[in-house]
């Protein structure tokens, strides 16, 4: 199942430095202590409670941040966050926006405009896609955003939760193409609180607890044992 | 993964896409890249030349080519000032470098002030300053002030993700700034020794040399925008390299 390694990190820790005022600070470790590997084809879950530090790896791997202790390989691949309407512009007409969208998520404007057709017809928006995106309804926003992360896919997809958008019809659709992604030789990371969409969705899980790793392999087992300790806790 | 050539096409887009969208969201769209200065003229013109009586024989076309690449300095280095904190959505979903927001802004600006321009060089010909072969140093003054404007947007823009407070700074720079470039007199009126201490404002020295090639029929002072344009070269450079070395520090401070 798996294949290359794309991306490895090793001992990763990242700390927030806090400044109440010019001489008092503060700092939180938001990671102290992970290691894992991303291989081609993987769908990898990361697990945990709230404040575990998932979204913080997810931007560590995104290379949005750099981490303070530890090494990431990355072996040149490109990653971004599946991001809902990233660097949209009010004023901007759809089009644009979808532009600008798509080049930001690391693809050139030839590419992106290749690819737009394709976009507008997934989202339903041939009518407005060139009035400025302030006119739309929020769903309207949603889906272009949506449709866009979909169609312009980098070779590692970070994904934080899966967001519901649009109406209860394009919601389908979306969830169907999402697990369609996930279930393809698409490699991804995915966040979530759900252990459950983790189970079933990725073959791989980690389990972070307070910046640590806890327990990481195939996921049904992870799943399991994560389960097993919030019901002890309670 | 993106180049240059795929940042520069994005900052393309971006600036075209803003252009159009700030042109089409007022009843009078470009139009008011010209009545803004016309009005503030007018208010001047009205504290200075009628109330002061400072005003001499070519007061109004005196005001206005002090006034619009003022304007244009003001306003660029204002809004460049936040450029990087409200790109701060952006640079939490996907890496960008960091340089490309305020660099937005100063093009933008930058396009807006060539229609500036010609209108300005239009009005100084209708009030009655006949065109010469000085105006055609106009470019090079323009120039010479752009790269003026880019070392401190992106002096301003790199700090203020640091420091909320440096805004605050930022706004008071700019009006000491503004009474210290001669916009509404002339240099001469002062005493020397202070002459020689507000020519180190480039800003001074650039409203003193527009005025000379546009109004007084005089080429600019080479050496001086030599030397103006070679500083901020030097500045634009540091700031370039300091922004980059930040790129994935400016995700952390701006929570």
């Given at each position: 199942?798996?294949?290359?390694?794309?991306?490895?990190?090793?001992?990763?820790?990242?700390?927030?430095?806090?400044?109440?005022?010019?001489?008092?600070?503060?700092?939180?470790?938001?990671?102290?202590?992970?290691?894992?590997?991303?291989?081609?084809?993987?769908?990898?879950?990361?697990?945990?409670?709230?404040?575990?530090?998932?979204?913080?790896?997810?931007?560590?791997?995104?290379?949005?941040?750099?981490?303070?202790?530890?090494?990431?390989?990355?072996?040149?691949?490109?990653?971004?966050?599946?991001?809902?309407?990233?660097?949209?512009?009010?004023?901007?007409?759809?089009?644009?926006?979808?532009?600008?969208?798509?080049?930001?998520?690391?693809?050139?404007?030839?590419?992106?405009?290749?690819?737009?057709?394709?976009?507008?017809?997934?989202?339903?928006?041939?009518?407005?896609?060139?009035?400025?995106?302030?006119?739309?309804?929020?769903?309207?926003?949603?889906?272009?955003?949506?449709?866009?992360?979909?169609?312009?896919?980098?070779?590692?997809?970070?994904?934080?939760?899966?967001?519901?958008?649009?109406?209860?019809?394009?919601?389908?659709?979306?969830?169907?193409?999402?697990?369609?992604?996930?279930?393809?030789?698409?490699?991804?990371?995915?966040?979530?609180?759900?252990?459950?969409?983790?189970?079933?969705?990725?073959?791989?899980?980690?389990?972070?607890?307070?910046?640590?790793?806890?327990?990481?392999?195939?996921?049904?087992?992870?799943?399991?044992?994560?389960?097993?300790?919030?019901?002890?806790?309670? | 993964?993106?180049?240059?050539?795929?940042?520069?096409?994005?900052?393309?887009?971006?600036?075209?896409?803003?252009?159009?969208?700030?042109?089409?969201?007022?009843?009078?769209?470009?139009?008011?890249?010209?009545?803004?200065?016309?009005?503030?003229?007018?208010?001047?013109?009205?504290?200075?030349?009628?109330?002061?009586?400072?005003?001499?024989?070519?007061?109004?076309?005196?005001?206005?080519?002090?006034?619009?690449?003022?304007?244009?300095?003001?306003?660029?280095?204002?809004?460049?000032?936040?450029?990087?904190?409200?790109?701060?959505?952006?640079?939490?979903?996907?890496?960008?470098?960091?340089?490309?927001?305020?660099?937005?802004?100063?093009?933008?600006?930058?396009?807006?002030?060539?229609?500036?321009?010609?209108?300005?060089?239009?009005?100084?010909?209708?009030?009655?300053?006949?065109?010469?072969?000085?105006?055609?140093?106009?470019?090079?003054l323009a120039s010479t002030q752009l790269v003026v404007i880019m070392a401190c947007s992106y002096f301003v823009a790199s700090?203020?993700?640091?420091?909320?407070?440096?805004?605050?700074?930022?706004?008071?720079?700019?009006?000491?700034?503004?009474?210290?470039?001669?916009?509404?007199?002339?240099?001469?009126?002062?005493?020397?020794?202070?002459?020689?201490?507000?020519?180190?404002?480039?800003?001074?020295?650039?409203?003193?040399?527009?005025?000379?090639?546009?109004?007084?029929?005089?080429?600019?002072?080479?050496?001086?925008?030599?030397?103006?344009?070679?500083?901020?070269?030097?500045?634009?450079?540091?700031?370039?390299?300091?922004?980059?070395?930040?790129?994935?520090i400016y995700p952390r401070v701006i929570l």
């Amino acid at each position: 199942m798996s294949g290359d390694l794309l991306i490895a990190l090793q001992n990763v820790g990242v700390r927030f430095k806090f400044r109440r005022s010019l001489f008092n600070g503060d700092y939180f470790d938001a990671l102290k202590d992970v290691s894992c590997d991303i291989c081609r084809g993987d769908s990898l879950g990361v697990i945990g409670r709230n404040g575990a530090g998932k979204t913080t790896l997810l931007r560590l791997i995104g290379g949005i941040i750099k981490p303070d202790r530890g090494v990431i390989v990355n072996n040149n691949v490109s990653t971004t966050l599946l991001a809902m309407q990233i660097g949209f512009d009010q004023e901007l007409t759809g089009r644009a926006n979808a532009l600008v969208s798509g080049m930001l998520l690391g693809f050139s404007k030839k590419q992106v405009l290749a690819n737009m057709e394709k976009v507008i017809d997934f989202a339903e928006l041939h009518d407005f896609i060139d009035r400025p995106t302030r006119t739309y309804s929020a769903g309207m926003k949603a889906r272009l955003g949506f449709s866009i992360a979909l169609e312009m896919s980098p070779d590692v997809l970070l994904i934080d939760e899966v967001l519901g958008v649009g109406d209860a019809k394009f919601q389908k659709k979306s969830m169907a193409v999402m697990k369609e992604k996930l279930l393809s030789d698409q490699t991804i990371v995915f966040v979530s609180h759900s252990a459950a969409m983790v189970k079933s969705l990725c073959n791989k899980a980690i389990w972070i607890e307070n910046g640590f790793t806890v327990m990481q392999g195939d996921s049904a087992e992870v799943v399991g044992a994560y389960e097993q300790s919030m019901n002890d806790n309670g | 993964m993106l180049g240059t050539r795929d940042y520069l096409q994005l900052i393309q887009i971006k600036v075209a896409g803003n252009l159009k969208a700030e042109s089409s969201r007022d009843y009078l769209g470009y139009l008011w890249w010209l009545i803004e200065p016309v009005f503030k003229m007018l208010a001047y013109y009205f504290v200075f030349g009628m109330l002061l009586s400072r005003g001499t024989e070519d007061y109004v076309a005196f005001l206005m080519t002090g006034l619009i690449p003022w304007l244009w300095f003001a306003q660029t280095v204002s809004r460049s000032s936040m450029s990087i904190v409200s790109g701060k959505a952006l640079m939490m979903q996907v890496y960008i470098p960091k340089i490309i927001l305020p660099t937005i802004v100063i093009c933008q600006d930058a396009v807006k002030q060539i229609i500036i321009f010609f209108s300005l060089l239009l009005f100084l010909y209708f009030y009655g300053i006949s065109p010469s072969p000085h105006w055609l140093s106009l470019p090079v003054l323009a120039s010479t002030q752009l790269v003026v404007i880019m070392a401190c947007s992106y002096f301003v823009a790199s700090i203020v993700p640091f420091m909320n407070d440096f805004n605050y700074i930022v706004s008071t720079g700019l009006q000491l700034m503004f009474f210290c470039s001669g916009v509404f007199y002339s240099l001469d009126i002062i005493p020397p020794r202070f002459q020689q201490l507000l020519i180190l404002n480039p800003m001074a020295s650039l409203l003193y040399n527009y005025r000379r090639a546009l109004i007084y029929h005089q080429w600019p002072d080479w050496s001086d925008l030599c030397l103006i344009t070679l500083g901020s070269l030097l500045a634009v450079l540091v700031m370039w390299r300091v922004i980059k070395r930040l790129d994935h520090i400016y995700p952390r401070v701006i929570l």
